[in-house]
């Protein structure tokens, strides 16, 4: 048996966390594209309905589909960090 069938290599993998304030920045200027940045899921989901939301309601209806996007991205962000965390 040689050496290096014995020694095994160690694979570190790092990411990094996403910014919270950058996040709530995107999410405020850009509404549900801007959720794409914190949870691709969330943001492909808000896009369909705030455009249903927008067509149904004249528009007048983003009033609460964007600020749902806002809490919904922050939240995101908060469990991937802390998934990144291991917590």
């Known amino acids: ?4 069938d014995s020694t095994q290599k160690q694979v570190v993998i790092v990411q990094s966390q996403k910014s919270l ?9 850009f509404g549900p594209l801007g959720m794409l940045y914190s949870t691709i899921t969330g943001g492909i989901v808000m896009i369909i309905a705030s455009l249903l939301v ?9 009033i609460i589909t964007w600020p749902i996007c806002i809490i919904w991205a922050a939240i995101a962000t908060n469990d991937y960090n802390k998934k990144l965390a291991g917590r």
């Open 1 to 4: 048996m040689s050496n290096q």
């Open 21 to 29: 304030g950058l996040t709530i920045i995107l999410t405020i200027l």
């Open 54 to 62: 927008a067509i149904i309601t004249f528009g007048l209806g983003l």
